[in-house]
């Protein structure tokens, strides 16, 4: 899959939830490789702010991101309106240090990234894809962010609350697709009881009831009825009961928690790619969500490239026998089995270390180690099927070897290991010479990586 960008800019404005300034931000088509950035226009020098999980500084009735004296606030409904879309890269210029609340939903977002389209970019998308069980908790709140394997992205939420009106609910979205007719319209929510502390706090001065769902659970005086409402700047009401007091009904009965759902894939953004699993969030907030894609960003930042997902059962792209025709290796020096992921700059081949392998004999008896060299010479075969897939009639080329760089041993691979080449273009091929980078895997680990340079010569 290729990364996609906006096909064409819009601009949305309002208030700010916190601030209340009048706000406006333009959404811009950006580069491949970009990302979410947000653009402080009304600051000297313009800063831009990455849109990253370790750029959050606070996390309190919104994610809040900074660099430097800069900070963005309440990003998460446009992230998530982005993410869901697909969009990979994406400038946001706003005049303020906050996005325009709206109507406190992505509803307006999602309407205007479907109204512009989105333009399919030249590099692949890169998805973060969870290998194993996945999980951070915070014990004082009892929040907790579990990911598990899944093919495509899923996410189940539940929110608990100690209120008569809104006790628990629950939430799922299990096709990404349907964000803009399931998720996005549902509105952020508070509890009138926290209205006057949350002023108090300098947090909602452009929160109004056309905003927020506002939640009416705690008994109190029309006296002080009357108060928040003009606090609040909004006319007077009397409230017989317990219940939601805006005048557009809800427009999903479980309307808190999909807003909670959207709030979890808007901080899932900050990861900086799209994930690929099954998120299940309990007792969700901003400070659990950006606090597990925290830790997606570290494992991040220790390796170049992920781990190829690898499912066995899988029909190849290319089985041995089709390698066979492409490579002159023959055994015991064919060291690709099978290609399973193949695009236009990379390739993801497969080889099953065995204990029948002919080099273990010498390499060591008493403790067989596949030796280093031939990783690299898997790889070279890996990146020699990708500098083919480039030529017509490929049966009749062959690619060698003009140059090693920076090979990096990491870890042994012993009979029973099963190794994943991950090879890709460092630049366009060019008068028959391809330098790439190559990574062999381990499950999820590096074993050894290196640079090298190709080239490919016509038969005689």
């Known amino acids: 899959m290729k990364q996609l960008t906006l096909n064409g800019e ?13 706000i406006e931000a333009t ?48 990003i998460e409904h446009a992230l998530a309106a982005l993410y869901a879309a697909g969009v990979d890269n994406c400038l946001i210029r706003l005049n303020a240090p906050e996005m325009p609340i709206l109507d406190g939903s992505a509803r307006l977002y999602a309407d205007e990234i479907e109204r512009v389209g989105l333009r399919e970019q030249e590099e692949d998308k890169e998805f973060y894809v969870v290998k194993s069980h996945t999980e951070v908790r915070d014990e004082a709140t009892g929040s907790s962010i579990v990911v598990l394997p899944d093919d495509n992205l899923t996410v189940d939420v539940m929110i608990e609350f100690d209120s008569p009106v ?27 009881r926290e209205i ?112 190829p997902a690898y499912n066995p059962s899988q029909t190849p ?9 492409l490579l002159p290796h023959r055994y015991p020096f064919l060291l690709v089995d099978k ?31 596949l030796p280093g060299v031939l990783m690299v010479e898997a790889m070279a075969q890996t990146g020699g099927l990708l500098v083919l897939s480039t030529v017509e009639d490929p049966e009749r080329y062959s690619t060698y070897f003009m140059k090693i760089d920076n090979v990096k041993f990491r870890q042994k691979v012993v009979p029973g290991d099963t190794l994943l080449f ?12 391809a330098m790439m980078k190559g990574y062999a895997f381990v499950a999820d680990k590096i074993v050894c990586e290196c640079e090298f340079m190709a080239q490919i010569i016509k038969n005689k």
């Open 166 to 192: 809104l006790p628990n609910q629950f939430a799922s979205l299990t096709d990404i697709t349907r964000f803009s007719s399931e998720i996005a319209g549902s509105r952020t929510f508070v509890f009138l």
């Open 27 to 74: 959404f811009l088509p950006a580069p491949e490789g970009h990302g979410y950035k947000f653009q402080r226009t009304d600051l000297p020098g313009e800063p831009v702010i990455d849109a990253l999980a370790e750029n959050v500084v606070e996390t309190t009735r919104g994610t809040v991101i900074a660099r430097g004296d800069a900070q963005v606030s309440t």
């Open 196 to 307: 006057e502390p949350l002023l108090n706090a300098n947090l909602i001065k452009g929160g109004d009831l056309a905003n927020a769902i506002v939640i009416y659970d705690t008994p109190m005086t029309q006296e002080q009825l009357d108060h928040v409402a003009d606090i609040m700047h909004s006319p007077r009401r009397t409230v017989s009961e317990f219940g939601y007091i805006n005048d557009r009904k809800l427009t999903f009965d479980n309307e808190p928690a999909r807003h909670k759902l959207m709030d979890v894939l808007g901080d899932l953004a900050l990861i900086g790619h799209p994930l690929r699993g099954h998120v299940i969030a309990t007792r969700p907030g901003h400070g659990i969500n950006t606090q597990f894609a925290k830790k997606v960003r570290r494992e991040i930042k220790r390796q170049d490239v992920f781990a």
């Open 10 to 22: 819009f601009a949305v404005s309002g208030k700010g939830l916190h601030s209340g300034l009048q």
């Open 339 to 369: 290609v399973i992921e193949r695009g236009e700059k990379h390739i993801v081949g497969v080889k099953n270390v065995t204990g029948n392998e002919p080099f273990f004999q010498g390499h060591f008896p008493q403790e067989p180690v």
């Open 422 to 433: 991950h090879v890709s273009f460092m630049t366009p091929l060019r008068r028959g010479c």
């Open 317 to 325: 792209i290319l089985d041995v026998n089709d390698i066979r025709k």
